[in-house]
């Protein structure tokens, strides 16, 4: 009787110890659950600037990452493409945001990943009567040459030139692939330091042009045929609308630890899901 007595204790010892063992291999130290019952080990801050056209890609990034990992605190500003490539140079910030390649000009040893691409596209007032502009045409408007809409089609009134102020990747690819790499935006365009105020402008004057990316276009404003093809998304993305730049983020070096995960977040499934609500995925 004894014996079998200290046989069922030593059942009973095993199946509590690996019962303590299992709870105690559930969650590694320093894991906290997150949404969708994963773990996560992810803490600490990052700091995004530069690109407008990029930063509400990069919030809503941002804000799914936070959600999944509770422990990350993210702030993302704007300020344009070459501020977030001075401040990933410099170490201002983990991440810099830039809606164009990176140049020979910019600092040496920076990184740039493509999270999606983006195309720009010339809007003006919902009012004017034009539908097609032709590439050349926008180019003489911008320039300072065709100065009336009545030279294109439109109105006997002044055409009010509205641009991006530099430095801007959205400026740098309007100029480098409408206007010539070697031409200047008319000096008495009124310019502007982010998308939203620029499209907030176009969108009060009936006789304004200016250029956004298509992330920002709605229906404040107007957008012409370029050549006889449609801006749209479907167009941009099966290149008959050929006005398509990469959106990258910017870091110095290869990216590491808390950046790498974020910017490997950004490219990955759920993030290019993200990625193709306003704009083109990879």
């Known amino acids: 009787m004894g014996k079998k007595i200290n046989f069922m204790l030593v059942?009973?010892?095993l199946v509590?110890?690996?019962?303590l063992i299992g709870s105690g291999c559930g969650k590694k130290e320093g894991e906290s659950p997150s949404p969708g019952g994963e773990t996560s080990s992810l803490s600490g801050d990052l700091k995004l600037t530069g690109s407008t056209t990029v930063q509400p890609l990069a919030q809503d990034l941002a804000d799914k990452?936070?959600?999944?990992?509770?422990?990350?605190?993210?702030?993302?500003?704007g300020g344009g493409s070459g501020v977030g490539i001075k401040d990933a140079a410099e170490g201002k910030a983990n991440i810099g945001m830039a809606s164009r390649e990176l140049k020979d000009t910019d600092p040496p040893g920076l990184v740039a990943t493509t999270i999606a691409k983006d195309a720009v596209v010339v809007v003006f007032h919902p009012n004017n009567p034009i539908n097609e502009l032709t590439k050349e045409k926008v180019k003489e408007i911008f320039i300072g040459k065709i100065t009336n809409w009545?030279?294109?089609g439109g109105e006997d009134t002044p055409i009010i030139?509205?641009?991006?102020?530099?430095p801007?990747?959205?400026?740098?690819?309007?100029?480098?692939e409408?206007?010539?790499?070697d031409e200047k935006v008319v000096a008495t365009a009124k310019t502007h330091a982010s998308n939203g105020l620029l499209r907030q402008s176009v969108s009060a004057n009936e006789n304004a042009?200016?250029?956004?990316?298509?992330?920002y276009v709605d229906e404040s404003v107007k957008t012409p045929k370029m050549d006889g093809v449609e801006p749209t998304m479907e167009n941009a993305k099966s290149g008959t609308y050929p006005y398509v730049r990469p959106l990258n983020l910017v870091t110095k070096g290869e990216s590491a630890d808390l950046a790498k995960s974020f910017i490997d977040f950004a490219t990955s499934p759920e993030g290019q899901e993200i990625a193709g609500k306003d704009y083109l995925p990879l």
């Open 11 to 13: 059942i009973l010892t």
């Open 65 to 77: 990452f936070m959600e999944k990992n509770p422990e990350v605190r993210i702030a993302v500003t």
């Open 209 to 215: 042009i200016g250029f956004l990316s298509m992330g």
């Open 168 to 176: 801007s990747g959205t400026l740098d690819f309007f100029i480098e």
């Open 16 to 19: 509590l110890s690996l019962a």
């Open 178 to 181: 409408f206007l010539g790499k």
């Open 150 to 152: 009545k030279e294109v």
């Open 161 to 166: 030139v509205h641009a991006r102020v530099a």
